[in-house]
């Protein structure tokens, strides 16, 4: 299994009125990875970063597929963008798992276009990656590699928002479809977890929270276990 703290380092990705996504990511991933090695010990955990450093999206997909992962979890928080009014970013919020797709409208694109905004640090992104980030148009194409995965990522994260929903206490936005450069060429099922809006002051606390960062781990954990037992047998 492979776990995906989005952004760190250089990356802070985005960001409330106090907390920085790359930190609140990355303690939301420790947590699934310690709960998937306590109650799943057959499982092999590699995270694709484990402390406050860098990692390109191309480096995420390579530690993923070299280590042959059986899942790629992608977890993340979300915004609203700046300029939004205070009584939106009051009236916005709650969860949002993703898969790759090819749909990008609305909320979605926008979506797409800051999570692959990364790639904009990165020095000759030109010449790395064959898309533009911040274009609409030059959205990337769905490819067959993940398209080959997609029962099984809409089942993964249909899970998530149910165990986000039922028993993690966290409202629900749905599974959704979006152009997401790190989905893209993964060899194995792939799903991006949108934690939370740091953009809505109440979530932001919340998400600082340390008992409800370890609810929404162990609703991933719940989550990937009952997709486990349901794709084995
Ligand atoms: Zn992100």
Known sequence: MII???????????????????????????KLGNYVKEYLPDVKVIYTRSKDNSVTLKGRQKIANENEGDVFISIHANALPKDVSAKRKNA?????TYVMGAQNTGRNLEVAKRENSVILLEEDYQKEYDFDPTSSESSILFSLTQSAFQDKSILLATNIQDQFEKRAGRRSLGVK?????????????????????????????????????????SGIFRAFRDYKNEVEY
């Open 4 to 30: 995906d703290a989005g952004h760190g380092g250089k990356d802070p990705g985005t960001s409330g009125a106090y907390t920085k996504e790359k930190d609140v990511v990355l303690r939301v991933a420790l």
């Open 92 to 96: 916005i919020y709650g969860t949002e």
């Open 177 to 217: 479809q979006s152009s997401l450069y790190v989905l893209w060429s993964t060899a194995m099922p792939s799903v991006l977890v949108e934690i939370g809006y740091l953009t809505n002051p109440k979530e932001e606390k919340e998400l600082n929270d340390t008992s409800i960062q370890s609810n929404i781990a």
